[in-house]
């Protein structure tokens, strides 16, 4: 099955500046990488995603690349505020299933 | 609010016992999909069901089980529970079947076992 890696588990920022989560997965048949943001005690919820034919899409502060060749894609948040601070998942698709990364603990510092 | 709802938000029982969770997806939406998030283990992907039928597995244990019936909600029964099966379970929807479409996740059932 797959297996996806994601770091660093913990993440401060300045409010601000930019934040980047890398994740990386096992198996290149994965074709669909969403991420998801997560506050305390609430439900995951899908901030942007990207299918395996493109390598890059943006919406508004938030970006996500995608390298198939090396089998890892990126969340890049810029201009960060206190209210991205939340657990961030990573996850791939492979065989109608998706497996997530451990996530990301972000917090902006005021 | 993602449109998925989930019943009840919070359980708590004891060893051994049998509880069901029920899932009820958006309006449209003909998968279903459910999670267990443990504090340790992340959000590991348990069963799908597309339009009544199981359509992908995932670790799920033995113990648990899952339907959707025709009015498409879910519901996942879990028995001769464990301390280890308290986890926060979540249901997630969406239009498509299989992994590669957009999940929606409703709020979870937060499970103690005692």
């Known amino acids: 099955g797959e297996n996806v890696e994601q770091h660093p588990s913990t993440l401060s920022v300045q409010e601000g500046d930019s934040a980047v989560i890398k994740c990386t997965y096992s198996?290149?048949?994965?074709?669909?990488f969403p991420w998801y943001k997560q506050e305390l005690g609430k439900r995951p919820q899908l901030i942007i995603d990207?299918?395996?034919?493109?390598g890059e899409k943006k919406d508004q502060r938030i970006a996500v690349t995608l390298n198939k060749t090396a089998k890892h894609f990126s969340l890049h948040i810029t201009e960060t505020q206190p209210e991205d601070s939340a657990v961030y998942f990573c996850a791939a698709s492979l065989n109608e299933k998706l497996t997530f990364g451990t996530g990301t603990r972000l917090t902006i510092i005021p | 609010d993602s449109g998925v709802t989930q019943t009840p938000k919070h359980l708590i029982t004891a060893t051994g016992q049998r509880v069901t969770l029920r899932c009820s997806p958006r309006s449209g939406d003909l998968s279903v999909y459910w999670y267990q998030q443990s504090l340790d283990q992340g959000l590991q992907f348990l069963i799908q069901?597309?339009?009544?039928?199981?359509?992908a597995k995932g670790n799920i244990l033995e113990r648990f089980s899952a339907q959707q019936f025709p009015d498409l909600h879910s519901e996942l029964n879990l028995s001769s529970l464990e301390l280890g099966d308290s986890a926060l379970y979540f249901c997630?929807?969406?239009?498509?079947?299989?992994?590669?479409?957009?999940?929606?996740f409703g709020p979870g059932t937060r499970l103690t076992v005692t």
């Open positions: 198996d290149s048949a994965s074709n669909y």
């Open positions: 997630a929807s969406s239009v498509n079947p299989g992994g590669a479409y957009e999940q929606y």
């Open positions: 069901y597309y339009n009544g039928e199981e359509r």
């Open positions: 990207i299918r395996s034919n493109v």
